[in-house]
């Protein structure tokens, strides 16, 4: 069982950053893929961003392309999500996931572990 932690949520304003981290534990870090997702109330849980275990391939939605970056430390199980130019439609839960494949899902049905969840709130 993989266990996901997620930090670093929390409020900023329009054209402000934030930086969630997700560290994994009970698992091995570097055969899973990543992704985060975000869920307001009332909706879907939608995909922001995914990266694969080598950090060769990423997908991110198009409402978060060209301001969000995924990465990750395979060294310290972790997973980033740089978040630029925020904008207060990304206002959300985010989730980090993890799923054990060489490659990279988007969809979040298609993912085994999940973390607690962490709040963004942007002001405008």
């Known amino acids: 069982q993989v266990q996901l932690v997620e930090t670093g949520g929390g409020l900023a304003q329009a054209g402000g950053s934030l930086r969630l981290a997700c560290v994994a534990s009970?698992?091995?870090?570097?055969?899973?893929?990543m992704g985060w997702f975000r869920q307001v109330s009332g909706k879907e849980r939608d995909i922001v961003a995914a990266i694969s275990w080598s950090s060769i391939t990423t997908h991110y939605h198009d409402s978060v392309k060209g301001r969000f970056t995924i990465s990750r430390d395979n060294a310290n199980n972790t997973v980033y999500l740089q978040m630029n130019s925020l904008k207060p439609e990304d206002t959300a839960v985010y989730y980090c996931a993890a799923k054990q494949t060489m490659g990279v899902f988007t969809h979040s049905d298609r993912y085994d572990f999940w973390g607690q969840g962490t709040q963004v709130t942007v002001s405008s």
């Open positions: 009970g698992g091995s870090f570097d055969h899973y893929a």
